[in-house]
């Protein structure tokens, strides 16, 4: 199983970007895909998830109405839409992979802790200027 993580670069406070994730080894319809991020100095943690059937999605308070999490079953990849970006958005974003074959609906706290993903891509850097 490998994820690539791509679509970082640098951005305006206030501007977008589109990060995506291509899977392989795994249809992305039948799996848990989750985007994490971690600031220097700062522990990595929970952006959104997506559940199989993209009817469930899930989001930090911190980018909830500002960021938006989807999938492309054809493409086999993962995106998420960051829109009005912040300064405190900055750091490398990293997609994972929960290895579970289409999981049933759990408490939202299993899709926001990282021990939950099993697979992990190797991350790309966003950096929004103020």
């Known amino acids: 199983v490998q994820l690539q993580a791509s679509g970082g670069g640098l951005v305006q406070a206030g501007g977008s970007l589109r990060l995506s994730c291509a899977l392989s080894?795994?249809?992305?319809?039948?799996?848990?895909l989750g985007w994490f991020r971690q600031a220097p100095g700062k522990e990595r943690e929970f952006v959104a998830a997506i559940r199989p059937g993209s009817s469930n999605k899930y989001y930090s308070d911190s980018v909830k109405g500002r960021f938006s999490i989807s999938r492309d079953n054809a493409k086999d990849t993962v995106y998420l839409q960051m829109d009005s970006l912040k300064p405190e958005d900055t750091a490398v974003y990293f997609c994972a992979l929960d290895n579970l074959f289409r999981p049933s609906v759990r408490e939202d706290n299993y899709y926001r802790d990282r021990r939950t993903y099993d697979y992990w891509g190797q991350g790309t850097l966003v950096t929004v200027s103020s």
């Open positions: 080894g795994r249809t992305v319809s039948n799996y848990v």
